[in-house]
């Protein structure tokens, strides 16, 4: 599924310049996405515009977030160390940051590595037609090594 997010978000750059489900289904089983997993994406991004449709965006006081025992699992040390360094930068507000958790949650696989919630965080901004600036661009900007070819 992680590959099919990472076609989307390369190849538009903005929520409302992505086609309709049908035409986006089609366009990635001709790339050579397995159905199944297409599936999973167009599921998975309907939770992504919810979640953005219905959070507003804003800075907030800080605070700190005490995951539970269940989010420790799913994410793991380094993947809560990442959203602490993104919201300490700055460019990570609470609201967001609920919505990355929200997705991850979402996923349904396991446990998160790293260079998946890199890409939730990606989805995220991409939903809410933001740009990360550069610096955290780069930190976000998952290497080809860790990608499928299609």
């Given at each position: 599924?992680?590959?099919?997010?990472?076609?989307?978000?390369?190849?538009y750059?903005?929520?409302?310049?992505?086609?309709?489900?049908?035409?986006?289904?089609?366009?990635?089983?001709?790339?050579?996405?397995?159905?199944?997993?297409?599936?999973?994406?167009?599921?998975?991004?309907?939770?992504?515009?919810?979640?953005?449709?219905?959070?507003?965006?804003?800075?907030?006081?800080?605070g700190?977030r005490?995951?539970?025992?269940?989010?420790?699992?799913?994410?793991?040390?380094?993947?809560?160390?990442?959203?602490?360094?993104?919201?300490?930068?700055?460019?990570?507000?609470a609201?967001?940051?609920?919505?990355?958790?929200?997705?991850?949650?979402?996923v349904?696989?396991?446990?998160?590595?790293?260079?998946?919630?890199?890409?939730?965080?990606?989805?995220?901004?991409?939903?809410?037609?933001?740009?990360?600036d550069?610096?955290?661009?780069?930190?976000?900007?998952?290497?080809?090594?860790?990608?499928?070819?299609?």
């Open positions: 599924m992680f590959d099919v997010l990472v076609y989307v978000y390369e190849n750059w903005r929520p409302d310049a992505c086609p309709d489900h049908g035409q986006l289904s089609r366009k990635l089983s001709a790339v050579g996405f397995e159905s199944e997993e297409i599936e999973d994406a167009l599921t998975w991004l309907d939770g992504l515009t919810q979640g953005a449709q219905a959070a507003p965006i804003e800075q907030s006081a800080r700190m005490v995951y539970t025992d269940a989010e420790r699992e799913l994410l793991g040390e380094d993947s809560i160390g990442f959203l602490g360094f993104l919201e300490s930068a700055g460019v990570l507000p609201s967001m940051r609920e919505i990355v958790l929200d997705r991850a949650k979402a349904g696989e396991g446990s998160i590595d790293l260079e998946d919630l890199k890409v939730i965080v990606l989805m995220v901004f991409w939903s809410l037609g933001e740009e990360p550069a610096l955290i661009l780069d930190e976000l900007s998952v290497g080809a090594e860790h990608r499928q070819m299609h």
